[in-house]
């Protein structure tokens, strides 16, 4: 249901569409960085910094979710 929801939303919603674009420019950085064997100082940084900012739009994604079920009484 909750997939059902989504593609409804990004098909339909710009604002979800945005943040599940930035989402996954988040995830793809960190993922880079995830594959290096070591990280500098600044490298350290990013990665707290883009778990933080794509816990953000998780957060901002699922609330348009919640938005969605309970104007369109979706369980």
Same mark, same amino acid.
């Given at each position: 249901m909750a997939t059902q929801v989504r593609d409804?939303? =990004? %098909? /339909?919603?710009? @604002?979800?569409?945005? =943040? %599940?674009? @930035?989402? /996954?420019q988040y995830a793809q950085r960190l993922d880079s960085l995830i594959q290096k064997k070591y990280l500098s100082e600044d490298e350290k940084l990013e990665e707290v910094r883009l778990k933080k900012l794509k816990l953000r739009l998780k957060d901002q994604m699922e609330s348009l979710e919640q938005q969605f079920r309970a104007v369109h009484q979706v369980v």
């Open positions: 409804q939303l =990004l %098909a /339909s919603n710009d @604002e979800f569409r945005r =943040l %599940a674009d @930035e989402h /996954s």
